[in-house]
């Protein structure tokens, strides 16, 4: 089964993650794995952070001359910020002491601060707020790179798109290939299909900056050339939709999910959102007039496009912080101020397409098994000849 875990801390010496369980035999394009941590690093309304880090995975174990050996895949990714934080973020105790230091006892609204604090039992807010922190997701990114690597040898593309943030929605109808060729601008600017949409969101950023204010907005990923039957109806942790819905919620920020156009068909007719389905006698396969269901039904994939849509809250950090209570005197204070993002859809967006990657994978190697990529992949045809001769 395929499975991963990450560790470090936001401002820690790197951030490490462990994938479980991919075939031996895949051949790793590291060029293309950097090229997603710096697709996750762009778009407009980054914070300073962002210019600071320069993103590289370096790969530690389970590749060997390029390829995937079966073993445990381990990722290292170094945070170049952790010069500024040797003292504030020491391993070792007594460099509490150091000027560096500083407990962060003003829990900022919207955060893990407050629950985290609680929780762990905890007066400094820093140790909760280093591992909640986005960065995270740095590692996340890194392994998703590799899922899609190898989720590409059986013809899998994946790719995202932006379609909301603050107030401007962008309707520009969107065909897989438009949104793939978007992974090709080397400026990522708000990752939108529609360059007039794409102008205004750029206002509503520049709005929420100059207010010392932040925005949320909505990303759309979507999977081409899954096959029929990844996913299960037969039991509730089993259903794609809902591994894939636990999945982007898990993205920091991320509030809602919707699979294809869930949040409009709630308020349709059932003769106006169902996709009818047809048969090309031609090419032996049943095909469909429309994808509203998002390639999702009864929580298997049915062989169209997978489409999920990410919902972001505004940033929780404001520059113009909002009331909270000091952990010592427990009187009201502003919250605490990180430097911070204004507007991260787009890196969401990229987000949400590894922890596809991710979640197809293991769905995949679920369905075809193997220890070797020869042998997921005799699978895998042998299943796509019983689906053609079906
Ligand atoms: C790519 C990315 C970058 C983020 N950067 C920031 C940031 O700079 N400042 C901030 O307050 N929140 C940021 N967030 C959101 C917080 O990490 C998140 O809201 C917080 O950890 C609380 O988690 P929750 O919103 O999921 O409840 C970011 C989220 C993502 C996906």
Known sequence: MLRFYTAGESHGQAL???LL???AGLEIDFAYVDRELKRRMGGYGRGGRMKIERDRAQFLSGVRHGRTIGSP???LIENQDWKNWTQAM???AGAEASAQYRPVSQPRPGHADLAGCLKYNLTDARYVLERASARETTARTALGAVARLFLREFGIEIASHVIQVGRVRSTAAATFEAIQALR????????CLDPESEERMKGEVDQATQNRDSVGGVFEVVAHGVPPGLGSMAQWDERLDGILAQAMASIQAVKAVEIGTGVEGAGQFGSEVHDEIGYDREHSRFTRKSNRAGGLEGGMSNGEDIVVRGYLKPIS??????ESVDFGSREPVKAAYERSDVCVVPAAGV????????VLGRSFLEKFGGDSMEETRRNFEGYQEQVRRF
């Open 90 to 92: 020491a391993v070792e």
């Open 351 to 358: 987000i949400g397409e590894a922890m596809m990657g991710l």
């Open 21 to 23: 369980g991919l075939p």
């Open 16 to 18: 490490v993650a462990v």
């Open 317 to 322: 950090t404001l520059r113009r912080p909002l």
């Open 73 to 75: 895949v381990t990722v």
């Open 184 to 191: 090709d601008r080397e400026e990522i600017l708000l990752n």
